[in-house]
C-alpha cells in the first residue's frame, strides 16, 4: 500500500491550508494536522515516496500529480505541522478513490502498481 495526502488545487479560493506549489503540478512544502504528519514522519523514516491527491477545481480534474519524499516535518504548534518534500515526480494519474469531505489522506495501491519495476540485480 502507498500512503495519499490530499490537498485543494492550488488554484482554489476555498482551500484551508498553505502549500507551496511548483507549477501547480509538484508539492514543495504543506501545513497539515499532526495526525498526517505523523504518518509522513513514518513515510520519511522508512524512505517511502508518497503520492499527492490534488482535487478537482474549475476545469481541473482531481489527479495524483506528483509524488515524493519527505524530507523535513515540523511541528507548528499542537495541532499543526509542516512538511516539506524532496525529489518530487509528475506522476498524472487517476485517482484510486474519491476522498470524503474533509479527508487529509488515505492508503491505497500506488499507481502503476501493475508496471514490473526493474529489480537492483536486473540490467
Known sequence: MA??????????????WANDWEAQILLCSITTPKT?????????ARG??????????????AEICCSALVSEVHDLDKTTALVKFTDVQ???APP???PRLGQSSYDATPPFSN?????????
Open 3 to 16: 500512503f495519499y495526502i490530499v490537498v485543494h488545487h492550488p488554484s482554489d479560493p476555498n482551500r484551508l
Open 36 to 44: 498526517v504528519a505523523v504518518r509522513l514522519s513514518e513515510a520519511q
Open 48 to 61: 517511502e515516496r508518497i503520492f499527492v491527491h490534488r482535487c478537482a477545481w474549475g476545469t481541473f480534474p
Open 90 to 92: 509528475a506522476v498524472s
Open 96 to 98: 484510486p478513490t474519491t
Open 115 to 123: 508496471v514490473i519495476q526493474p529489480t537492483a540485480n536486473q540490467h
